[in-house]
Every structure is written in C-alpha cells, then in structure tokens.
C-alpha cells in the first residue's frame, strides 16, 4: 500500500516568516495529493489540494507543490500568523476513495 | 447543517468491556471512513463503506466491527477493549464521487482510554 512520510514533525517560527512541510511518497499511483490542518480537540479539515496533472497550486498564504518524478509535495505558508499554528497532515490517494496520510507536523507561529 | 457527528466525546473503558462509537452525517454522503489518530502516526484507517450494507477492512482492522445498515449511520464497536485501543477515533465521510472531486468531512473525534 500506500506509504507517505512527512517532515518535520514539529516546526517552530516567527510571526510573519515562512512555513514549509515537506511529504514523501511510494505508491507511482497515487494522483491526489489533500493537505488538513487540525485545530486542537476538533478533526482535520481540508485546506488545500493539488492534482498529479498540476506542478503548483496556490490559495492566498497558502501553496502546495508537486514532483512527480521524485514523489514529493511540499506546503508552503507564507506570511505565517498565530492562528496558523496547529498540526498539518499531508495525504495521498492511490485509488480516489482511500486516503494514506504522513505522522502530522505541529506548527507553532512564535508572536 | 450539522456535518459528521460522533459521540461521545471522551469515554474511559475498562479493559475488557465493550462498547460503540456512533457516527453519523447528514450530509447523503455514500461513503464513511473510521480512522484511529495516535500520537506522532497519523490517522490510520481501520473499516470503511461505500454505501448501505458494505463495508471493508482498512489498515487496522483488527479488535473492531462495524455495520453499515443506513446512509447516514456507521458505528464503530469495540468488543473487548485493550489497552492498545487507546487513542483518538475520527468518523469521516464523502459523496463517493471521488475523494479528488469532494473531500472527506471529518467528525470532532472521540478521545477513548482504556485502563
């Protein structure tokens, strides 16, 4: 099956810098790529995906990149604030109806 | 709209006992997922369904069961618990047209110990 690792695991930055997780994964199949952000006590939801026909995706502070090739995703935050801060799953999807997600990465944004 | 709805919110159990995590969505989607999250290992799934009536084995199937008898419902049961059942248990759902073309919703979780 599936398997995605992430990095870091845990990420640490000042107000107003850059954020950036990086994933990891195994199965050349895959073709959906989902990014959640999981606010303490409450479930994941989804904040931005990308597609394995996009190299980039972008949504305000928030942008997702792709290598096919090298089977890595990456999310980048920009312009971080303290409401950023929270633990981000990366995921892929083989098959469009599972998903494999990476260990988690908590952001703390430092005011 | 209320979304993915799972209680109860916390529960400690004794080993051995049993007991059932409900699920529900309001929301006529097809499929349900239950994943269990623990510290530092993702979420990890353990039974899904594609509709009413079916559901199959996901990573970590085993010391759970799960029935799927209407659209909106999907119960998670726990026959003898054990210790290593501890952990975080989140209910999911989509429309099942495609995880890429509708995501899955996810419920607020159910923090479970078991001592």
């Known amino acids: 099956g599936e398997n995605v690792e992430q990095h870091p695991s845990t990420l640490s930055v000042q107000e107003g810098d850059s954020a950036v997780i990086k994933c990891t994964y195994s199965?050349?199949?895959?073709?959906?790529f989902p990014w959640y952000k999981q606010e303490l006590g409450k479930g994941p939801q989804l904040i931005i995906d990308i597609r394995s026909n996009v190299g980039e995706k972008k949504d305000q502070r928030i942008a997702v990149t792709l290598n096919k090739t090298a089977k890595h995703f990456s999310l980048h935050i920009t312009e971080t604030q303290p409401e950023d801060s929270a633990v981000y799953f990366c995921?892929?999807?083989?098959?469009?109806?599972?998903?494999?997600f990476g260990a988690g990465t908590t952001v703390t944004v430092r005011a | 709209n209320a979304g993915v709805t799972q209680t109860p919110k916390f529960r400690i159990l004794k080993i051995g006992q049993s007991m059932t995590l409900q699920c529900t969505q309001d929301?006529?989607?097809?499929?349900m997922y239950w994943y269990r999250q623990d510290p530092g290992m993702g979420l990890k799934l353990i039974y899904y369904?594609?509709?009413?009536?079916?559901?199959d084995k996901g990573e970590v199937p085993n010391g759970y069961n799960v029935s799927r008898s209407t659209t909106e419902d999907f119960p998670l049961r726990l026959e003898l618990a054990a210790p290593s059942q501890t952990s975080v248990y989140f209910c999911a759902s989509n429309s099942g047209t495609g995880i890429s073309n509708q995501p899955q919703h996810f419920g607020d979780g159910t923090r479970l110990s078991i001592l």
């Open positions: 199965d050349s199949a895959s073709n959906y």
């Open positions: 929301m006529n989607h097809n499929y």
């Open positions: 369904s594609v509709g009413a009536g079916i559901t």
């Open positions: 995921a892929a999807s083989p098959n469009d109806y599972k998903l494999s």
